[in-house]
């Protein structure tokens, strides 16, 4: 049966539909021995499918695997580092390594916490497609003691990089410490824009310090009996987990077979 490349590239764990779209633009994908274009179908079962001259080969789609993962500081978010460091599959065991695992969404280097990895891509391009508005929330730390008034501008939205930030839920988690010049914040977000807390707080005059990311949207960072992950700790996703999902996979996979069908 014909499907799309990207779609094809998702179900056998090697990259999210996103990343295998952009593969096959960067023309690291071939059919046949033919380069690739965006929106083209193949059969795994009867086509020669390469993905940066390596054949997916003709085996089925694995079984799905979700994992949660308290990605600790100073570890990369990718598959694979240029430039050497650390990454999020270094902390898997070999076994969950040959899933074909991908992080969902990315945290910075120097941000920790909550970071899923899956190699379901329709999970993948659901969670991280902006329509979905998947909430996200975050112990921040900042610099100073921001005002009543600087967390209703961070609360109803700023411009940042020429659009609005769609509004936030900003609460202060602890009195001020004077001691450090710091205040600890609870901020959940319903976008994911590129080091967006980051950004807009160093544009409100308070720079983070510290940044942690404690729950996706109904994922909490603990463990199955309530405690929480320590850094470099994953575990399973839960049934019940996988299935508060499962409505936005659903969703998305609905509007990939409307646009298919439009095309």
């Known amino acids: 049966m014909q499907e799309r490349l990207q779609k094809i590239l998702a179900q056998r764990g090697i990259a999210s539909r996103r990343h295998a779209e952009q593969l096959i633009l960067d023309g690291k994908v071939r059919v046949n021995g033919c380069v690739a274009a965006l929106g083209q179908k193949a059969d795994p079962d009867v086509d020669f499918v390469e993905v940066e001259e390596k054949a997916i080969g003709r085996s089925p789609r694995p079984s799905s695997v979700y994992l949660l993962l308290h990605k600790p500081l100073g ?34 280097t120097q941000t920790t916490g909550a970071l899923l990895l899956t190699n379901d891509g ?27 008034a600087t967390l209703n501008r961070w609360r109803s939205g700023i411009l940042l990089e020429g659009r609005l930030t769609l509004p936030a839920e900003v609460e202060v988690l602890a009195p001020p410490n004077a001691l450090q010049n710091s205040t600890q914040l609870q901020v959940i977000l319903q976008e994911g824009r590129n080091r967006q807390i980051r950004l807009v707080a160093k544009a409100l005059g308070h720079p983070v310090l510290q940044l942690h990311r404690t729950r996706i949207g109904p994922i909490a960072l603990v463990d199955t009996y309530g405690c929480i992950l320590s850094p470099g700790q994953y575990r399973s996703l839960t049934l019940s987990e996988i299935d508060a999902l499962r409505p936005i996979i659903k969703i998305e996979a609905r509007a990939a077979r409307q646009k298919e069908t439009i095309l």
């Open 75 to 108: 570890v990369v978010s990718t598959c694979s580092d240029p430039q050497g460091r650390p990454t999020v599959l270094d902390l898997l065991s070999p076994q969950d390594r040959a899933a074909g695992l991908h992080p969902v969404g990315r945290l910075d």
């Open 122 to 148: 329709a999970l993948t391009f659901a969670l991280t497609h902006p329509r979905h508005r998947v909430t996200k929330t975050y112990e921040v730390t900042v610099r100073g003691t921001p005002t009543a």
